[in-house]
């Protein structure tokens, strides 16, 4: 079975850099090659969900070079491969805590989210200074702040409500998450969304992760068994 939804938690592209004697940034930057190639081969897989944790809320205390440097990256990323998004049909949207993004990087995501959001043949998610708690911190206060006009929300809310109120509300939940570089963590990512999800951990650092390796994870995925709490 391939999966509809994959998520990735991209990790190690630090110390890739470091392990070739360069900057962390070169880490970043080679990371983006690795971005576009499983991009190309979730969509040829047949994938319909490519989600990725590209920068957490904690990843804020990071350098002010880094994050500035990886901020940079990412705008310019996006500027650089729009036209190809939209030849491949990539639909391209941006999930996170947005109001800490500065003016000008929200200024581009909105455009590639609105010229790409026709498209059907893969959803590209870029998880943005995202986190899980985060997440449910904001849906439960917009559903406090609905109780106020409508007295019964917190008796009726069933689960199926509560998802619509987080920032995924359009997104299937994750069937698939890979983190590479040999953490074996959750590190804050989709923790509500994640319930259900089978993991496939790797060794191999983020820069390194190419074809061959996505393979490997979605073969290790059709060999999965996911029963969701039932019995056979
Ligand atoms: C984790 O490696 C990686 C990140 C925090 C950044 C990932 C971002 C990119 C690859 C750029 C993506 C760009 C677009 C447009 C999606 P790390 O720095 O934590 O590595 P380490 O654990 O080895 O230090």
């Given amino acids: 079975m391939v999966p509809e939804h994959v998520s990735i938690i991209m990790d190690g592209n630090g110390r890739w850099a470091v392990s070739k004697g360069l900057n962390r940034s070169a880490g970043h930057i080679e990371g983006v090659e690795s971005v576009r ?13 490519l989600s990725l944790y590209a920068f957490s809320e904690e990843n804020w205390k990071r350098s002010e070079a880094e994050v500035s440097a990886l901020m940079d990256l990412m705008m310019k990323s996006m500027i650089g491969e729009i036209e190809l998004m939209c030849e491949e049909k990539v639909r391209f949207v941006v999930l996170g805590n947005r109001s800490r993004l500065s003016d000008e990087l929200n200024g581009t995501i909105d455009a590639c989210m ?9 959803t590209l998610v870029i998880f943005l200074s995202y986190s899980g708690k985060w997440d449910i911190l904001q849906a439960a206060r917009r559903i406090a702040a609905d109780a106020v006009s409508d007295p019964h929300l917190a008796s009726r809310l069933s689960m199926e409500d509560f998802d619509r109120y987080l920032v ?41 992760f190419r074809e061959e390796e996505w393979k490997k994870a979605l073969d290790a995925y059709a060999k999965r068994d996911r029963r969701y709490g039932k019995t056979k």
């Fill in 168 to 208: 995924t509300a359009d997104i299937p939940d994750p069937d698939l998450i890979i983190r590479t570089s040999g953490e074996q963590r959750i590190s804050n990512y989709l923790l509500w969304q994640a319930a259900y999800s089978e993991f496939y951990f790797t060794d191999t650092l983020w820069p390194e």
């Fill in 114 to 122: 609105e010229k790409t959001k026709d498209n059907k043949v893969i």
């Fill in 37 to 49: 190639c499983i991009l190309r081969e979730a969509a040829k897989s047949g994938v319909k969900y």
